[in-house]
């Protein structure tokens, strides 16, 4: 039987955290989330944005726990202040969805001097991520969700000696790269959620092609080169609704038979009912540890358990 929001178990007591929630599909993700009962945290950049979203969300469920929390993820001084506003709000947190992210953008930095990509993508959220493990590892299950794409399938493992393809900069090269480490970043997760015997679970989906506001920025900002318009026709005439785009990560959020260490995706690659898909790169092993090396240094936060 196909998993849809109905499929979506009760969630009356649990505590979720959402990146990007403000639009696309986090907005898909958190109205499902807050119409099953949770308590959700709209960690978003956008405050304008934030507003509309909320609206929307207490029209569908009038009586939704919800609250908004200011995250850019492109300033690690921001991703500090929201993780110790959230953690300090919440002492038990059951679900984190890692959701928020940017395509092909032109090349660019971050306050921080994090090449804009992997920067928002990746660093941002490994740095949420590690503030928030506190609260995530006082709950009784608690799952890490965190987005990738199709794209991570032509990224390339971490280069520690050039991780921001300093001289050969191309915009999807540098998405595929950021994707990747988002995949290799849940495995990684998954793998010391396990070694440490916590009940906590981190699991990966991707969303296939979904007709979002993400391949619409890409082109309003002159990302993607040529391809940009490409993908954004695309996604309008053959891609998912972003409620069917959701699904994959909503899956994996909240599916009581789903595990950590899985990924999760349509069914037909980019279309299709959410389930659950093999693992398919090699070399795993070393990417994420080079992974954790390079993000450790750049960001000076370490994820312990």
Avoid: C
């Amino acid at each position: 039987m196909a998993y849809t929001r109905d499929s979506i178990p009760d969630l009356h007591g649990r505590v979720a955290v959402v990146t990007g929630a403000n639009g696309g599909l986090g907005l898909e993700t958190a109205s499902a989330l807050v119409a099953k009962g949770a308590h959700v945290v709209l960690a978003v950049r956008d405050q304008g944005k934030a507003a509309a979203a909320v609206a929307r969300l207490r029209d569908e469920t009038p009586d939704a726990a919800l609250e908004v929390v200011a995250l850019d993820l492109g300033s690690q001084a921001s991703v500090r202040r929201a993780a110790a506003e959230i953690a300090e709000r919440h002492p038990a947190i059951d679900l984190l969805v890692n959701n928020a992210g940017v395509m092909a953008m032109p090349e660019g930095r971050t306050e921080d001097g994090f090449e804009t990509q992997l920067g928002v993508d990746h660093l941002g959220h490994w740095t949420f991520t590690a503030l928030l493990l506190p609260s995530l590892l006082a709950a009784p299950a608690a799952r890490v969700v965190t987005v990738t794409s199709t794209a991570h399938h032509f990224g390339r493992a971490i280069d520690l000696g050039n991780p921001y393809l300093e001289g050969r900069y191309g915009a999807w090269r540098a998405y595929g790269n950021a994707k990747l480490a988002n995949y290799h970043f849940g495995l990684g997760l998954h793998e010391r959620f396990a070694r440490a015997g916590v009940r906590a679970q981190s699991l990966i989906a991707h969303p296939g092609l979904s007709h979002s506001d993400l391949q619409l920025r890409t082109v309003r900002e002159g990302g993607g080169g040529r391809m940009a318009p490409f993908f954004a026709r695309a996604a309008a005439s053959t891609g998912m609704a972003p409620p069917e785009g959701a699904l994959p990560q909503l899956r994996a959020a909240t599916d009581p038979a789903a595990k950590g260490g899985e990924l999760y995706g349509p069914r037909w690659i980019n279309t299709g009912r959410p389930v659950r898909l093999p693992l398919l790169r090699p070399g795993r092993e070393r990417a994420i540890e080079r992974l954790w090396a390079f993000s450790e240094r750049e960001t000076g936060v370490a994820i312990e358990l």
